[in-house]
């Protein structure tokens, strides 16, 4: 059973930046396969960055829309997912969920498939106004 526990979030103005963290624990090996989802009302939840550790590798995957203004990271000892956001836009104001795959396996395809993801946290608000 993998646990999360999000923080961060909160409100910027177009152009800010705005930090996320997912802190986890019941991982059984240390390698992860995490995301960052957002949803907003009436939309499908949508992957925006996600993370696979494999020792002492890390692979990362973005939706293209926040490529190069979203950075993910992973801090082992803490066992703390991170979503760095920067030049922040009204159309990332959403719900913002950290997500955990059970299996590292095949992170690369199922990264950001919503019904693919084992745990949930409890999400964070972002609003980005203009």
């Known amino acids: 059973q993998v646990q999360l526990m999000e923080s961060g979030g909160g409100s910027v103005q177009a152009g800010g930046s705005l930090g996320l963290s997912c802190a986890h624990s019941?991982?059984?090996?240390?390698?992860?396969?995490m995301a960052w989802f957002r949803q907003t009302p009436g939309k499908e939840r949508e992957g925006v960055a996600g993370i696979r550790t494999q020792g002492i590798t890390t692979f990362f995957y973005y939706l293209d829309s926040v490529r190069g203004r979203f950075t993910i990271s992973h801090d082992n000892e803490k066992k703390t997912m991170n979503l760095q956001m920067t030049t922040l836009k009204p159309e990332d104001s959403a719900v913002y969920y950290c997500a955990a795959h059970q299996s590292t396996t095949d992170c690369a395809a199922h990264w950001d498939v919503p019904r693919r993801v084992t745990y949930w946290g409890q999400g964070t608000q972002v609003t980005v106004s203009s």
């Open positions: 019941g991982y059984t090996s240390g390698d992860v396969c």
